[in-house]
């Protein structure tokens, strides 16, 4: 592969970062400029010295200098400045390190897939890079010099919150293990300004307010600017037809910046790339405008494109807004798509096209990026000056799209006219799409009432006068390969939601369950655990061979180990019992059950019905003798979870969790057998102080609604036990646990639709509605507010009870007691506990991103020498 000089892979400006780096380095150093110097003439052999380890005193040098020269410190006075010094000299390492890598795939010239995600989950960095560097020594020695506990200093770093749940934390989990597989992928994603707000929940009233999240402003070690990487982005505008052929004359234009994050593998030299699209304006400001005095109109280009890239969009939201998300989702995916084809145009000239393929795979994140189906095409014949058959050819070979819902409100449907407005040539190309679709159905036989049903263009169900352009149609006619998230997920996919495209071509369709990364979820969340393990198993080699856990099953009933693994679970509840301490005051009883329940606050994750549970819990106890009492289970209840800010009832289910904690917390009769808490604001690194300390975690979604899930997935490996219903990836933890060591309650999918239609055969229970009169009552306040909530689940007329909580809640208090009755018995419970984590295997993002490589990507691993 030859490049002219001055090109680079995507440009990774080599020479930027050595002018800056060489004259940093302290004296005591300079032992280490050689393998920095390399880079300058770039060799393989660079990559190896450069990643290579350096001696601890060179550490702390480094750690002082970045604090001396990039904040004026001299010393680290803070937990936050070590932070800023250890962060800043941890980086260098990791350019070094992606330099290297990529200089070597720039020559190997593999095959590479583009993750495009409109959100990735990325929480914390540093402590994610010490230890996939294997610097852990180092820095803990270097930052103790400085007076420092390497905890207390990677506290000091906020999360990086660019997503919502668990579609962002997959592409993050994803992103970790293609580096550690040493496959050539990149991220492309937006830099939100503002990522996911922050949840504050008032401790009295028990609302929840949201603020927003202001991540940037002490700067950002982890990312790199590259003034030099940029592509031009259009709005609006019309389509003009000249000699035959359609020019888009756009009436808005902005440059797409990237911004690289360094992603490194673990135990690997291999360093990808994580890369972020800053909106900036073409012209930063009007002089003209200014000089006439009209001072808002001088900054209202930058004005247009700071909007771009200024917010996460909560996914659950109303659909306000559209335009402009439509404009985010449009601008990420047109950016990351010129970038490729620019880097595949350096790599092998604009005459092999044909090529493509053979280099680029595209992996669509749900269907926010699915504008790529349109976009690609556009690319290739209005840019490139292919034919529109070779475009079309090549965008169906290169793209693939993964379903992650089935709740018909998160499938995007645009406006007709709000794209005709924004992206008219697009459209024009969506339009013929359509109709050569509708054509070639006809042509297969299909009958006009299959045809309107699979048309990508339809009139809206609600509205007819509206037309709308069904995206996630779009993906499933355009792509490669689709697929569902679970085992079970992928069948409703092609069983119910594309159904009809299934039976047209069944060999798009693929499963792939997802798994998540063991390194953040299990090796660094959980030293303990993990410590445990790899003495049991003689080395720690599971950690990038997840299956290797199934050794453990063999030492479930053995006292001694059983032992050894409850003292791990000991620790992590005391140090979960801290948090509340830190948070709400209490001590807890360590003695009881630590039961979990983190995830976004949706209906359909039912976290109501855990929550009248613990009412009823509560009843009981409170009707119970002293002497009754001793023989309960005493439990902690732990909640964590955002709502959207648009969704009503979700912030009701907040409001009663708290008001419910707060009654029971005070009550002197049941406080010590009981207690509810709300973890405000949860986020990755949250989840990562949670699940290791809990015992019990709930996944309790109406069958049949989440797709996959992937916390508990994260439960599972630190050995929490599953109180569950038969839905998403819980059905194959189950299997692969064992299907008795798992707490299942509650209808099955097949049955749902049934149930909901005729609502015949509907379950009762006085229980149930005592609970909603006690809470209509006023038993925790406010029963006004109250009232929206206990209708929805309760009042035939309004709510319709659509996920089913009543009907699931004797089998739900059937499974809870199977806890109890189970907790009381230690041995038996640690020996599931051993048996869950031991199950654990398949669920490594290891594992999917494998899969997807072989059965969806066509790629091979090429690690840098
Ligand atoms: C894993 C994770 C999720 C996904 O949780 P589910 O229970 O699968 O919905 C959401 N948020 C955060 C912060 C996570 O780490």
Redesign the pocket.
């Known amino acids: 592969m030859q490049l002219p000089a001055g090109k680079t892979l995507g440009g990774l400006n080599r020479g930027a970062n050595l002018n800056r780096a060489a004259p940093l380095r302290p004296a005591s150093m300079r032992s280490r400029a050689a393998p920095v110097l390399a880079m300058a003439k770039p060799s393989i052999n660079a990559a190896a010295t450069a990643a290579a380890p350096p001696t601890a005193a060179s550490e702390t040098d480094l750690i002082l200098k970045k604090l001396r020269y990039d904040f004026g410190k001299l010393t680290p006075e803070t937990p936050r400045d070590a932070y800023n010094g250890a962060a800043f000299a941890l980086r260098e390492r990791l350019i070094d390190q992606m330099e290297a890598t990529h200089e070597y795939w720039r020559k190997a010239d593999p095959k590479f897939t583009y993750y495009l995600s409109a959100e990735f989950?990325m929480g914390r960095s540093m402590m994610n890079t010490v230890l996939n560097l294997g610097l852990q020594g180092e820095y803990a020695k270097a930052l103790n010099e400085m007076g420092f506990k390497m905890e207390q200093v990677a506290e000091a770093e906020r999360d990086a919150a660019l997503g919502n749940?668990?579609l962002g934390?997959l592409a993050a989990c994803f992103l970790d293990s293609m580096a550690t597989l040493d496959l050539p992928g990149w991220g492309y994603g937006i830099r939100y300004k503002y990522g996911m707000f922050k949840q504050l929940v008032d401790r009295s009233t028990g609302y929840q307010n949201e603020v927003p999240d202001i991540w940037l402003t002490d700067g950002n070690p982890w990312e790199v600017k590259r003034n030099d990487v940029r592509h031009k982005v259009c709005f609006g505008g019309k389509v003009e037809k000249k000699d035959g052929k359609s020019v888009w004359i756009p009436a808005e234009e902005v440059w797409a910046v990237a911004y690289d994050n360094p992603v490194p593998g673990f135990r690997t030299p291999t360093c990808a790339n994580l890369r972020l699209w800053d909106a900036q304006p073409l012209e930063e400001f009007d002089l003209g405008a200014f000089n006439a005095g009209e001072y808002d109109k001088a900054m209202l280009a930058r004005e247009r494109a700071d909007a771009i890239s200024a917010v996460l969009y909560p996914n659950d939201a109303t659909p306000e807004g559209k335009e402009l998300r439509l404009k985010q989702q449009y601008f990420f995916v047109t950016a990351a798509l010129q970038d490729v084809l620019a880097r595949f145009k350096a790599m092998h000239g604009t005459s092999n096209w044909d090529l493509l393929p053979e280099k680029a795979s595209f992996q669509l994140n749900d269907t926010h990026p699915t504008m790529a189906m349109a976009e690609l095409t556009r690319l290739l014949v209005d840019v490139e000056g292919l034919s529109w058959e070779q475009g079309v050819k090549l965008t169906s070979q290169c793209l693939n799209y993964t379903n992650h819902t089935v709740m018909p409100e998160a499938l995007e449907k645009w406006p007709v006219k709000v794209l005709a407005k924004m992206l008219p040539r697009n459209l024009e190309i969506i339009e013929i799409i359509d109709e050569g679709w509708q054509k070639w159905l006809k042509e297969q036989g299909k009958s006009d009432e299959e045809i309107k049903r699979m048309a990508i263009i339809h009139p809206n169900q609600w509205n007819p006068d509206e037309m709308l352009v069904n995206m996630a149609y779009l993906a499933v006619v355009c792509a490669n390969r689709i697929n569902g998230v679970a085992a079970i997920h992928s069948e409703i996919v092609k069983d119910e939601l594309f159904n009809d495209f299934y039976k047209v071509f069944p060999s798009k369709f693929q499963n792939k369950t997802n798994g998540?990364t063991p390194r953040r979820w299990l090796n660094f969340c959980n030293p303990e655990l993990s410590a445990l393990i790899t003495e049991k198993l003689g080395s720690d080699n599971w950690v990038n061979n997840l299956e290797e856990l199934t050794k453990l099953r063999a030492f479930a009933t053995d006292k001694g180990f059983q032992e050894k693994w409850q003292q791990v679970k000991r620790q992590k509840k005391i140090q979960l019992a801290g948090l509340i301490k830190q948070m709400f005051g209490d001590d807890v009883n360590l003695d009881s059950l630590f039961d979990v329940q983190?995830?976004?606050i949706h209906e359909y994750k039912r976290q109501h019905l855990n929550v009248f549970s613990i009412i009823h819990r509560y009843k009981e106890l409170k009707a119970m003798s002293p002497e009754q009492r001793k023989q309960a289970v005493p439990r902690v209840c732990i909640f964590g979870g955002k709502a959207a800010s648009s969704y009503d009832i979700a912030k009701r289910i907040v409001r009663l969790i708290n008001q419910v904690g707060n009654k029971l917390n005070s009550d002197p009769d049941t406080k010590d057998l009981l207690r509810v808490y709300f973890i405000p604001d949860?986020?990755?690194s949250l989840?990562e102080k949670m699940i290791p300390g809990a015992e019990l975690s709930q996944?309790i979604s109406t069958a049949g609604t989440e797709a996959s899930?992937?916390?508990?997935m994260?439960f599972q490996m630190n050995g929490s036990l599953i109180l569950g219903t038969w839905d998403g990836a819980t059905i194959e933890i189950a299997e692969e646990t064992g299907v008795d060591e798992v707490f299942i309650f509650g209808v099955r999918a097949h049955q749902i639709h049934e149930l909901r239609k005729t609502r015949k055969d509907l379950k009762t229970d006085p229980r149930w509605d005592a609970i909603m009169e006690d809470i209509k009552g006023g038993m925790f306040g406010d029963a006004e507010y109250f009232k929206p909530l206990v209708d929805s689940v309760h009042d035939m007329n309004i709510g319709n009870d659509w996920f089913l909580l009543a009907n699931d809640f004797a089998d739900y208090m059937r499974a809870q007691g199977e806890v109890d009755a189970v907790y009381k018995d230690q041995s038996e419970w640690t020996r599931r506990s051993i048996m869950y984590t031991a199950g654990s295997g398949k669920f490594s993002s290891d594992r999917t991103v494998r899969e997807y490589a072989e059965d969806v990507w066509n790629m091979k691993p090429c690690r840098p020498q």
Do not use: D, E, P, W
């Open positions: 989950l749940g668990g934390r998540v983190i995830k976004r949860y986020n990755v989840a996944h899930g992937t916390s508990n994260k």
